[in-house]
């Protein structure tokens, strides 16, 4: 929670991403320990306090395709546009890298000099179909799979705080397939400035592809979020 949302007084304010994205209405986590709840700054207190009194009753949100016990309520007091369930996944430090891939981080001068060149002659066709509009799109610290001088695969801070990183994955659609989103990933865990804090890996749980990397890396499963936006 405190590495995804900027809080205030433990209400949500916006998305710790350098957008400065809305975050969610209600958001709410869990493990088979327990669960953790936040909710929008923007939402009435009456209905927040509502909604938090009910979020205490239910149970740890620890299983794979587990459901919110009292997802209705939620709904008649939020009203939300759209409600995501996702996964949580343990990313460890430092996985074991088994790729022949070229790999340039963003703290070195290749990294850097990559990023200039982004910059000034603008993102590949392949990057812009992702989503990444300019080079300050990539969020840092990230690390890049290039094939034939292009970005093929990128991990990134999606979000990051003082205590951990979320990380962001991306990989070109004529590049899919190959491995090379897992070659990223594991280069990112690796990177200096993660050493020191916790590093997760969320996904909709609707995102087989997502899923699969997962699966794939061997990422210990930790538990479910949800969002109501």
Known sequence: MQTLFVLDNGRIRRENDPDRSAGPRFWLAGCRSGNIVSIGAEVNDDVAAEVASIAKLEVPFGDVGGRLRYHERYNALLCPATVEYGLVYRLPHSLP??????????????????????????????????????????????????????????????????????????????????????????????????????????????????????????????????RFI
């Open 97 to 226: 890298l088994a790729s022949s891939a070229v790999l340039i981080e963003s703290e070195s001068e290749r990294g850097k000099g990559l990023y200039e060149d982004l910059a000034v002659n603008g993102m590949p066709q392949g990057m812009i179909d992702l989503g990444f509009r300019r080079a300050s799109d990539l969020w840092p610290p990230w690390c890049a799979v290039m094939v034939n001088d292009e970005v093929a695969s990128i991990a990134f801070a999606a979000r990051i705080s003082e205590v951990g990183a979320e990380l962001g994955l991306a990989t070109a659609k004529a590049y899919r397939g190959r491995g090379l989103a897992l070659a990223a990933v594991a280069a990112w865990s690796s990177l200096a400035p993660l050493q020191k804090r916790h590093l997760f890996y969320s996904t909709d749980r609707s995102n087989t592809s997502s899923r699969k990397v997962a699966s794939k890396l061997g990422l210990p499963f930790v538990g479910n979020s949800v």
